[in-house]
């Protein structure tokens, strides 16, 4: 393994990424899993690239250590709102149908814009147009996908690569819906991987320490 990768759960990610020409260092990493019988089954690992200038817009939190922050939503609040550019990787660990997934993220976003009251026409069509997107895909293991949410506008860009299979990619133009996949993967105490929310809580206070 090279100094230019991080593993996660013995999945190797790089540990910075370019978007728009800048690089993005990794600063938060962890898995999907699901206990069942004690039995640990791990689904997905992920990666958090933020720009680094994230950190100036996080300056009302030094001092905190990183477990204050895990617990702190506010915190990953200003995370989710900071105008810099976010990119998440999301690698397979264990199959899933791409129609599988695309439910879990549908449901799980529609049930957050139920609940402040954003759940409209026309969020319902561009969840659809997720879920399409996923409809057809099967993630063998070690399969990718992408989000990236430049800090210029409020989209987002999927896109998943399948061994053996060219990358496909669609664009998110709600900005609710953008929210809310940004807050299933990067909320606090209501995202989807606790491993993740506590990596980028104790690197994020380290950063702010510096």
């Known amino acids: 393994m090279g100094?230019?990768?991080v593993m996660v759960d013995e999945i190797p990610f790089p540990s910075e990424f370019m978007m728009n020409t800048k690089p993005l260092p990794l600063m938060g990493h962890g898995i999907t899993d699901i206990e069942i019988h004690f039995?640990?089954?791990?689904?997905?690992?992920?990666?958090?690239?933020?720009?680094?200038?994230?950190?100036?817009?996080?300056?009302?939190?030094?001092?905190?250590?990183?477990?204050?922050?895990?617990?702190?939503?506010?915190?990953?609040?200003?995370i989710v709102n900071a105008p810099v550019d976010k990119f998440l990787r999301v690698v397979v660990i264990k199959e899933i149908k791409g129609s599988q997934y695309g439910v879990q993220l549908e449901s799980a976003i529609r049930d957050r814009l139920a609940e402040v009251d954003k759940y409209e026409e026309e969020e319902e069509e561009a969840l659809e147009k997720i879920v399409e997107f996923f409809q057809s895909k099967y993630f063998k293991k070690d399969s990718v996908i992408t989000y990236s949410f430049p800090a210029t506008s409020a989209t987002a860009k999927i896109s998943s690569t399948?061994?053996?299979?060219?990358?496909?990619?669609?664009?998110?133009?709600?900005?609710?819906?953008?929210?809310?996949?940004?807050?299933?993967y990067l909320g606090g105490s209501r995202g989807v991987s606790p491993t993740t929310i506590s990596s980028l809580a104790n690197n994020l206070c380290a950063e702010l320490s510096k």
Do not use: C, R
């Not at 030094?62 to 506010?74: H, P, Q, S, V, Y």
């Not at 399948?162 to 669609?170: A, L």
């Open 3 to 5: 100094k230019n990768e």
């Open 39 to 78: 039995l640990q089954i791990k689904f997905t690992a992920i990666g958090v690239y933020l720009d680094p200038e994230i950190v100036s817009h996080l300056q009302q939190w030094k001092g905190k250590t990183g477990a204050e922050l895990t617990e702190n939503d506010e915190f990953f609040e200003a």
């Open 162 to 184: 399948i061994e053996g299979k060219e990358d496909s990619e669609m664009e998110v133009t709600n900005a609710n819906v953008v929210e809310m996949i940004k807050k299933w």
